[in-house]
């Protein structure tokens, strides 16, 4: 599975808001860049910043309940449950995001995670 590109990525958050300003363009800072695929995207307008992880392979082997939960998780466009995780994001301290595609039409779409809402 290859690790998505940093452009991909500043252009999915785009279908977020910021938790702070409310807008929607974010840029990735290319110097916070770990090898563990790691980063921090931040608001282009109030340069608010928060953790972008994208190691999704390294995620999924070590939370063992996330590929249960991708498969309930269901597509707004068809309908279709079961989806394959891109990346995901920590928002806010409550406000968990995973930016997933959807499996059967591959519509790409970002998803609220409550699991990780109490931690
Ligand atoms: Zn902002
Ligand atoms: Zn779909």
């Keep these: 599975m290859p690790r998505i590109q940093l452009e991909e990525v500043e252009m999915r958050l785009s279908s977020i808001q910021c938790a702070i300003c409310k807008t929607n363009t974010f840029g990735i800072d290319r110097r916070t860049l ?3 695929g790691e980063c921090r995207g931040v608001c282009l ?3 608010y910043s928060f ?4 190691d999704m392979e390294f995620y999924v082997r070590t939370q063992p309940d996330i590929p249960y939960r ?4 269901s ?3 068809c ?3 079961g989806v394959s995780l891109d990346f995901r994001i920590t928002m806010s301290v409550r406000d968990a995001i995973y930016f997933v595609t959807c499996t059967a039409c591959h519509t790409q779409f970002p998803e609220r995670s409550s699991l990780e809402a109490f931690e």
Excluded: A, G
């Design 34 to 36: 770990q090898s563990d």
């Design 75 to 77: 597509c707004p466009n």
């Design 79 to 81: 309908q279709h449950r």
């Design 70 to 73: 991708l498969k309930e998780i």
């Design 45 to 47: 307008k109030c340069r």
């Design 51 to 54: 953790p972008v992880y994208t």
